[in-house]
């Protein structure tokens, strides 16, 4: 058997080498994709043709018919092969042809059904950027990167044409414009400040969205950059180690810290400490799904009656997710979105989408686990600047 290894930029041009040099009889044992230093990825095909079955099938197909016929005293009866009527050896002829025949119809039909499954690939990759043939260079351009950032098609196209339209041809002009039509339906809440009196900030949020980290975060930058006096407050007793987590933090950067175990001890706790500068409450996370544990959340919210509400939520999620966590919290009527996570999403197009539908002003983004670096005050601009970065052109 022959083998032979083919390198080439995509799986198209390998196949096509492959039947250069070996025929169409050839058949494709692997493929894999070859990372090379300064360049796009190059496809690596392996590939055999079998020799043998070539030359047997040639064999075959020029064996002459034989068409005499032996008398019969001359034939010698013995078990030998070689000795076999003449009707037996065309039987055997016959068998090897088949079985072939079948090896390589077999054969053929698996190169037939690699080659459905890489044409399937191609158009299955080219899918999402269907519409970019029609689009001159520099509007493509924006177009694919929105497309690549989660954008549904239609927003993608609706962003790249009112930009188009609203500019020139200049490949910054029309990452300007885009950038400036994507940032026009966000809200921006404003970032904590002392004021005169104490201000309630309570933390809402689903399960794992990054909440309890979140108030670690904004609590040492408050007591650090403001000398603010704050006090942290867990209603969450659901969640195993989650007042734990919060209370070692607090002992650490010196912050009070309580616990309340109902909506009436909350309640109360927001009565004693009306002299502090912040007082944060971590609520429970809950599912978004069940209504009662929404529910239960708001008893604490009409307990503590606080002047901020933020919605805490991870930016890694689906936008069907992202979408339908915004419409069930909205009974709680926070104030403002803190976006978490946002050095772990893959694209925030749907999320951005989603934020122009709801309405819901952005107040903080995260970006690690850094605590206190890693969170930012929001900036409309930050969010398109990572959908459309400038240094991208």
Same mark, same amino acid.
């Given at each position: 058997?022959?083998?032979?290894?083919?390198?080439?930029?995509?799986?198209?041009?390998?196949?096509?080498?492959?039947?250069?040099?070996?025929?169409?009889?050839?058949?494709?044992?692997?493929?894999?994709?070859?990372?090379?230093?300064?360049?796009?990825?190059?496809?690596?095909?392996?590939?055999?043709?079998?020799?043998?079955?070539?030359?047997?099938?040639?064999?075959?197909?020029?064996?002459?018919?034989?068409?005499?016929? $032996?008398?019969?005293?001359?034939?010698?009866?013995?078990?030998?092969?070689?000795?076999?009527?003449?009707?037996?050896?065309?039987?055997?002829?016959?068998?090897?042809?088949?079985?072939?025949?079948?090896? *390589?119809?077999?054969?053929?039909?698996?190169?037939?059904?690699?080659?459905? %499954?890489?044409?399937?690939?191609?158009?299955?990759?080219?899918?999402?950027?269907?519409?970019?043939?029609?689009?001159?260079?520099?509007?493509?351009?924006?177009?694919?990167?929105?497309?690549?950032?989660?954008?549904?098609?239609?927003? *993608?196209?609706?962003?790249?044409?009112?930009?188009?339209?609203?500019?020139?041809?200049?490949?910054?002009?029309?990452?300007?414009?885009?950038?400036? @039509? @994507?940032?026009?339906?966000? %809200?921006?809440?404003?970032?904590? #400040?002392? /004021?005169?009196?104490?201000?309630?900030?309570?933390?809402?949020?689903?399960? !794992?969205?990054?909440?309890?980290? $979140?108030?670690? %975060?904004?609590?040492?930058?408050?007591?650090?950059?403001?000398?603010?006096?704050?006090?942290?407050?867990?209603?969450?007793?659901?969640?195993?180690?989650?007042? #734990?987590?919060?209370?070692?933090?607090?002992?650490?950067?010196?912050?009070?810290?309580? $616990?309340?175990?109902?909506?009436?001890?909350?309640?109360?706790?927001?009565?004693?400490?009306?002299?502090?500068?912040?007082?944060?409450?971590? $609520?429970?996370?809950?599912?978004?799904?069940?209504?009662?544990?929404?529910?239960?959340?708001?008893?604490?919210? #009409?307990? *503590?009656?606080?002047?901020?509400?933020?919605?805490?939520?991870?930016?890694?999620?689906?936008?069907?997710?992202?979408?339908?966590?915004?419409?069930?919290?909205?009974?709680?009527?926070?104030?403002?979105?803190?976006?978490?996570?946002?050095? #772990?999403?893959?694209?925030? !197009?749907? @999320?951005?989408?989603?934020?122009?539908?709801?309405?819901?002003?952005?107040?903080?983004?995260?970006?690690?686990? %850094?605590?206190?670096?890693?969170?930012?005050?929001? /900036?409309?601009?930050?969010?398109?600047?990572?959908?459309?970065?400038?240094?991208?052109?």
């Amino acid at each position: 058997m022959r083998m032979k290894k083919f390198i080439a930029p995509n799986i198209k041009e390998g196949i096509a080498q492959m039947r250069k040099e070996l025929g169409d009889d050839a058949v494709i044992l692997s493929t894999r994709n070859v990372k090379v230093d300064g360049s796009d990825d190059i496809i690596e095909i392996i590939a055999a043709l079998d020799e043998q079955l070539v030359s047997r099938a040639i064999e075959l197909h020029n064996e002459p018919t034989v068409t005499t016929k $032996t008398p019969a005293k001359h034939q010698k009866q013995s078990p030998s092969k070689k000795n076999l009527p003449l009707s037996d050896k065309k039987s055997d002829s016959n068998i090897d042809s088949d079985s072939l025949n079948t090896t *390589a119809a077999l054969l053929q039909l698996r190169n037939d059904i690699r080659q459905i %499954k890489e044409n399937v690939s191609l158009l299955t990759d080219a899918l999402p950027y269907r519409y970019a043939a029609l689009l001159n260079d520099s509007a493509k351009y924006i177009y694919t990167l929105l497309r690549s950032s989660d954008f549904s098609d239609d927003e *993608a196209l609706r962003i790249t044409g009112l930009a188009s339209a609203s500019t020139g041809n200049s490949s910054k002009d029309l990452l300007a414009a885009a950038i400036k @039509i @994507i940032t026009s339906d966000l %809200k921006i809440f404003p970032a904590l #400040e002392v /004021r005169q009196t104490v201000t309630t900030v309570a933390f809402i949020g689903t399960t !794992g969205g990054g909440k309890t980290t $979140t108030i670690t %975060k904004l609590a040492a930058i408050c007591k650090l950059l403001l000398k603010a006096n704050i006090l942290i407050v867990s209603a969450d007793t659901y969640k195993v180690g989650g007042a #734990e987590q919060l209370q070692t933090f607090a002992s650490i950067a010196g912050i009070p810290f309580l $616990t309340a175990y109902n909506s009436q001890e909350l309640r109360q706790i927001i009565k004693q400490e009306s002299k502090r500068d912040f007082i944060f409450i971590d $609520t429970v996370g809950r599912s978004q799904q069940r209504r009662q544990h929404l529910l239960e959340i708001g008893a604490y919210l #009409e307990a *503590a009656t606080p002047d901020i509400t933020y919605l805490v939520q991870s930016a890694t999620v689906s936008e069907v997710s992202f979408a339908e966590v915004l419409s069930r919290f909205a009974i709680l009527e926070p104030s403002a979105l803190i976006l978490t996570k946002l050095d #772990e999403t893959a694209g925030l !197009g749907g @999320i951005i989408s989603v934020l122009r539908r709801h309405k819901l002003p952005l107040a903080y983004f995260t970006t690690g686990q %850094k605590i206190p670096d890693d969170i930012e005050t929001a /900036r409309a601009e930050r969010l398109a600047e990572l959908v459309l970065p400038n240094e991208s052109l």
